[in-house]
Nanobody, 115 residues
Framework: QVQLVESGGGLVQPGGSLRLSCAAS????????MSWYRQAPGKERELVAT????????NYADSVKGRFTISRDNYKNTVYLQMDSLKPEDTATYYC????????WGQGTQVTVSS
């Protein structure tokens, strides 16, 4: 069955960096578009970034452009989110999503940006 397991979250100071990973299994990862979303307390889940199966084609939310980079390793069935210049408003639970016939979500990883 489809499984998505996020990791890499934690506590970081403003201006710091984190790299999130999402290990995927149970489907043809290399042809599947993958996305990162985030949800802060009391707010709706929002799209952060998307990458096409080939890796050539990415989209970012305006709020993270120039600071976050989505990438994938189709040999390791893993999608990454490199987050630089982190701000307190980036604090949220981050989820990865696989878009197949239906959507599949991971369990999320918490990112807290605070001094």
């Amino acid at each position: 069955q489809v499984q998505l397991v996020e990791s890499g979250g934690g506590l970081v100071q403003p201006g710091g960096s984190l790299r999130l990973s999402c290990a995927a299994s149970g489907f043809r990862f290399s042809v599947t578009a993958m996305s990162w979303y985030r949800q802060a307390p009391g707010k709706e889940r929002e799209l952060v970034a998307t990458i096409r199966g080939s890796g050539f084609g990415t989209n970012y939310a305006d709020s993270v452009k120039g600071r976050f980079t989505i990438s994938r390793d189709n040999y390791k069935n893993t999608v990454y989110l490199q987050m630089d210049s982190l701000k307190p408003e980036d604090t949220a639970t981050y989820y990865c999503k696989a878009t197949l016939v239906r959507e599949y979500w991971g369990q999320g990883t918490q990112v807290t940006v605070s001094s």
